[in-house]
Structures are given as C-alpha cells and as structure tokens.
C-alpha cells in the first residue's frame, strides 16, 4: 500500500498540468500539537490538479527528542529546530504515514 501510494504521488507530481506544460504547483504544510507532554507534527502537500487543490497527508507522528551519538537528548522535542529536522526527514527521507506513534 505504501509503495503505491509514493509511486501515485510522484507520477502526479511529475505530470504536467495540460494548461501550462509545467508539472503542477505544491506547497508544503506542517502543523503541530501538544497532547499530555507528547508533540506531534503533521506533514502533507496540498497540490494543484486540474485546477483543484488537492490536500495530501503524509505523516502525523509524534516527534522524539533529538539524540547525540551517546544517546544523550540534544533537542527537545517540541523545539523548532526538531520539528524543521522532522519536517525534512518525512519529505525527503520518505516516512511513511503512520497514524500514532513513530518508531
């Protein structure tokens, strides 16, 4: 399910719009919550198809503490920089969507 999933996001994002020849225009969106101590992040795109936004959910995880190479936390996890580090490891490191807690 995952893998069709990524394969049919990238084949919309690599077909272009028959208006403008270009692929079509995105923007990513990320939105965090605090729920009893606990920080989560939400990441999607919203995607312009055929001239209608389309809002695609990618991860909603809760986001860990950052660690050193000891295991020593670096950042705690509701930080702006551990959330801007989440936020680039789900869209380039291809996180799947998890609806709960992260691994």
């Known amino acids: ?13 690599d077909t272009p719009d028959p208006a403008t020849g270009m692929r079509p225009a995105f923007a990513i969106v990320a939105d965090k919550a605090t ?4 920080t989560g992040q939400m990441v999607g ?4 198809v055929r001239g209608v936004k ?3 959910l990618l991860a909603i995880d809760v986001v860990r ?6 295991g020593e936390a ?7 920089k551990n959330l801007a580090l989440h ?3 789900t ?9 709960g807690v992260a691994a």
């Open 54 to 56: 389309v809002a695609l």
């Open 91 to 99: 869209l380039v490191g291809g996180k799947s969507l998890k609806l």
């Open 1 to 13: 399910m995952y893998r069709v999933l990524i394969d049919s996001i990238g084949r919309l994002l």
């Open 87 to 89: 936020l680039v490891a």
């Open 35 to 38: 729920n009893a101590r606990q």
């Open 45 to 48: 795109l919203i995607v312009l």
């Open 74 to 80: 670096t950042l705690a996890p509701g930080s702006g």
């Open 65 to 70: 503490a950052a660690l050193s190479e000891v």
